[in-house]
């Protein structure tokens, strides 16, 4: 655990990110149930809290993979933090839709994107990684070569975690669920007994509720 990952858990809480519903579980899109949400789209409407991931991303990108050369979002969630990104690092931006437009090209990736270039990828959250390695097919199928991927958040399901190994992505996370579950605990975020639900839950996510 380090300081950027506790931080950006201080900041997802106290921005109000983060929803807890125990009682009336979400449903995410690969069909789980969750008593957690972590919308990190209202990290945008906090200038202060934007502008540090912004720079962590930064870091990260010259810290792991220096020869990059375009910078893509995956839509919706990081297109506009991938962009900021881009911007700071002087690189030129692309964004991978989650389906192909239906209408005009019918294009999947959106911007120049040459065959050979070497791109590094923004997601704003991991989960099962369903999603985020679509956009990674995407481009490599684009012709284009994918670095690897930086996220603002993970839950860190060894599902998506051996997808990552398969699909051969390296992945760096900002923050995650436990400096999440951790920072939550020690500001009183949530009681105790929100605290063991969450455990049961990321137990066996996939069948929680079931």
């Known amino acids: 655990m380090n300081n950027i990952e506790e931080t950006i858990a201080h900041q997802l809480l106290q921005i109000k990110a983060i929803k807890l519903q125990p009682a009336n579980p979400f449903t995410w899109a690969s069909g789980w149930l969750s008593p957690i949400y972590c919308d990190n789209r209202k990290t945008l409407s906090y200038p202060e809290v934007r502008t540090y991931i912004r720079d962590r991303f930064a870091d990260e990108i010259r810290a792991h993979f220096a020869d990059v050369e375009v910078i893509a979002g995956v839509a919706t969630g990081a297109i506009a933090q991938g962009a900021l990104v881009a911007d700071v690092l002087g690189k030129p931006f692309i964004y991978v839709r989650s389906s192909p437009k239906g209408h005009g090209l019918e294009n999947l990736v959106e911007g120049k994107l040459l065959p050979g270039q070497k791109v590094v990828v923004i997601e704003d959250l991991i989960s099962t990684g369903g ?11 684009s012709g284009a070569e994918v670095l690897g991927m930086v996220a603002i958040f993970s839950y860190g399901f060894q599902l998506a975690n051996q997808q990552f190994e398969e699909k051969k992505v390296k992945l760096k996370t900002l923050s995650n669920y436990k400096t999440l579950i951790k920072v939550a605990v020690d500001t009183g975020y949530v009681t105790s007994e929100e605290v063991e639900t969450l455990e049961q839950w990321r137990q066996n996510p996939s069948q929680w509720k079931k």
């Open 131 to 141: 999603s985020s390695l679509k956009a990674v097919d995407a481009i490599r199928n």
